[in-house]
């Protein structure tokens, strides 16, 4: 069930880190499924005919990398443009994503959140899916918990995207 | 040219700027809401418009309607992760002169701003 979705998050993961960034991203496939410990979580909330989180899940060096990258000044600690990109870029991966369903779908504007080595946790009926990659010697994770209709939004899109 | 820009992501606002001024647009007035790209708009004073969908306050389509019942001419460019079909033609009825959707290249920005607001090859 999980694997278009999961193809899903891939694709919106790699194109926005490859046009954002012009990093390459490299998608762990039999990684482990926890998520790994976070130091900055962009989170975004769907509602609509869809509904659920997607979270981009962050160590925070690789964090002040990629700003330090958007904005042409390299940072040395976590600041408010930190926070600010992490949240555009959880946005524009949860607009890419949100893209290939076809439902009429709303996100929320992001949420971002801090603090060494923290979970993003869910109730106990929650199924979250933890999608690992590596990149530039960092390892980080987007964590989609989405309801079931989710899979059946999809269509056909999700299988022309390569891994 | 002047330019109002509206983006609640101070660092999107600064790629978009970085991205204004390498096509020698250095004019811009940036603000962080629709409500402020209100406030901030006056008819005759800017040459093209660039608005976010989802931002605090008005969003970026209450921005165009709003501007559109101003002004019937000025360029607005929405730039925004918003890139259904549906979105887009939301964005077409409510007076939108072309449509973005990020993460966007700076090269298609110039050609957009080239086709709309006479800005040279």
């Not at chain 1, 989180?53 to 958007?70: D, F, Y």
């Not at chain 2, 389509?61 to 460019?77: Q, T, Y």
Request: with cysteine; charged share 25%.
């Amino acid at each position: 069930m999980n694997l278009d979705i999961t193809q899903l998050m891939v694709w919106a993961t790699k194109r926005t880190f490859s046009a954002m960034l012009d990093w390459e991203v490299e998608y762990k496939a039999d990684a482990d499924p926890t998520a790994p410990p976070a130091d900055i979580s962009g989170i975004v909330g769907l509602s609509g005919e869809v509904t659920g989180s997607i979270v981009l899940i962050l160590p925070e060096a690789m964090a002040i990398t990629a700003t330090s990258g958007l904005i042409g000044d390299q940072l040395e600690e976590l600041n408010g443009d930190v926070v600010d990109t992490i949240g555009e870029l959880t946005n524009i991966i949860a607009g890419g994503a949100k893209s290939r369903f076809e439902k009429n779908i709303n996100l929320s504007l992001p949420t971002v959140v801090t603090g060494p080595t923290h979970r993003v946790a869910y109730d106990s009926q929650a199924n979250p899916v933890v999608v690992r990659f590596n990149c530039r010697g960092y390892e980080f994770a987007v964590k989609y918990c989405l309801d079931a209709s989710a899979t059946a939004a999809i269509g056909n899109n999700a299988a022309e995207m390569a891994l | 040219m002047r330019v109002l820009l509206a983006d609640d992501s101070a660092v999107m606002r600064k790629i978009i700027i970085r991205a204004l001024n390498a096509v020698g647009i250095e004019d811009i007035v940036e603000v962080g809401d629709g409500d402020a790209a209100l406030e901030a708009y006056t008819p005759g004073e800017f040459d093209a418009i660039l608005t976010d969908w989802n931002m605090p306050g008005k969003n970026g389509l209450e921005v165009i309607k709003a501007i559109r019942a101003l002004d019937a001419a000025v360029p607005i460019f929405m730039i925004t992760t918003e890139a259904e079909k549906r979105r887009v033609l939301e964005a077409i009825q409510a007076g939108v002169t072309d449509y973005l959707a990020k993460p966007f290249e700076s090269d298609v920005l110039k050609e957009k701003l080239q086709k709309h607001v006479g800005l040279p090859a």
